[in-house]
């Protein structure tokens, strides 16, 4: 038997949740998954910074919408705060100038910038060698995220205002009938005249099953590894560290580790991504070259997908080839901090067909985020 809804939304990870908890409010909303629990793929492997100098000018604008939900988020959503500060050194060596000062030039309201010596970002980060550091800066409003508990907060939210998550749901089947779209995943039949794809890497799979052609989303790899610190190491004060070029950084994590990755972007089909050797080999040297620490054993490795389009902005909003069908995709590495803007983004443009002032106040626009703006796959 059909079960109806009044929205569905395919995929559990954080921007899925997000907007599932938003429609939630003033509709009945069917969440499916097809993993066995929600964030297993790229939620559940963010490096868990928030960094609002990364990304395009559209990017940019929405994390910055989002700041107040992490600061002040609702009652009830977390017990916990759910991001600390941390702040960031970026390095630069005599190779990456031109890198540095665009840098330095993000900084501004909301996101202050300024250079310090390289004896003082060795201060900070005591493992630092000295050799092959011509500039570096400090960015004051780096902070870790607390990934798990602001995607449960959207779950349990989702949860509380009457929701229904089903896992271990791989949609194989999707038509629009009679207004509303027909949806089989597995042994789950469901219609709604809202489908709202945030499928992640599979997004232009989902588009295909509804009979809509891509948008053009590249998954890319990106690699990390857990590494010791020596012995009687305190780096739970660090801040973290990246080149200038942005292709490597690192970390605390728990206890005495860092948690490294090269910030690599390798383009990969929808998959369970694991670490390439070859990746880590590369990670390992850097690391070597760029501290004093000595790696004997990889304490963990791992890889996620990220997922984007021609332009780097995230895809939102109606397709205009199919009545009801919305898209909530290419977030790229930026998905944690998207997921709240995103989704009250989608909520406004589902309702009014606009944003929500607060996002178009920052720089947003329909525009910039719609399905088949130029520059991305043309339709058909």
């Not at 492997?45 to 990304?55: F, K, Q, V």
């Not at 493992?127 to 907060?153: F, P």
């Not at 709202?196 to 989303?217: I, K, S, T």
């Not at 589902?350 to 178009?360: K, R, T």
């Amino acid at each position: 038997m059909t079960r109806p809804f009044d929205a569905i939304v395919i995929g559990a990870g954080i921007s899925g949740a997000a907007a599932a908890y938003e429609l939630a409010a003033e509709r009945r909303v069917l969440m499916l998954e097809a993993e066995s629990r929600p964030g297993y793929h790229s939620t559940g492997r963010s490096a868990a910074l928030y960094t609002p100098n990364y990304g395009n000018d559209v990017v940019r604008a929405l994390i910055l919408a989002g700041r107040p939900f992490l600061d002040r988020p609702p009652a009830g959503f977390a017990a916990h705060a759910m991001v600390k500060p941390r702040g960031a050194i970026a390095i630069a060596g005599p190779t990456e100038i031109k890198s540095f000062e665009e840098r330095l030039a993000l900084s501004g309201p909301g996101h202050e910038i300024h250079e310090i010596t390289p004896e003082e970002a060795i201060r900070q980060v005591p493992i630092l060698r000295r050799k092959g550091i011509a500039r570096a800066l400090y960015e004051i409003d780096i902070e870790d995220m607390d990934v798990a508990a602001i995607h449960q907060g959207f779950l349990a939210g989702f949860r509380r205002r009457g929701g229904e998550l089903v896992c271990d749901a791989r949609v194989d089947r999707i038509e629009r009938r009679q207004g509303a779209w027909q949806i089989n995943a597995g042994e789950v039949a469901a219609s709604a005249p809202i489908l709202v794809n945030a499928a992640g890497a599979w997004a232009d799979e989902v588009a295909a099953l509804a009979g809509l052609p891509p948008v053009g989303l590249v998954p890319k790899r990106r690699t990390a590894i857990l590494v010791d610190l020596p012995p009687g190491s305190d780096p739970a004060g660090w801040p973290a560290l990246d080149d200038c070029s942005n292709e490597h950084y690192f970390r605390p994590d728990s206890g005495t580790r860092l948690m490294v990755s090269p910030g690599d972007e390798t383009p990969s089909p929808p998959c369970d991504a694991q670490p390439d050797e070859m990746d880590v080999a590369h990670l390992v040297d850097w690391l070597e070259r760029t501290t004093t620490l000595q790696v004997r054993r990889l304490v963990h490795q791992w890889a996620g997908l990220r997922s984007f389009v021609a332009d780097y902005s995230p895809v939102v909003g109606a397709d205009p080839l199919a009545d009801g069908f919305y898209w909530l995709a290419g977030q790229g590495g930026y998905g944690i901090m998207l997921a709240e803007p995103l989704a009250r983004g989608l909520k406004g443009l589902i309702e009014s067909g606009e944003l929500p002032a607060d996002l178009a106040h920052h720089g947003a626009t329909e525009a910039a985020l719609a399905p088949r703006r130029a520059g991305l796959v043309p339709a058909g």
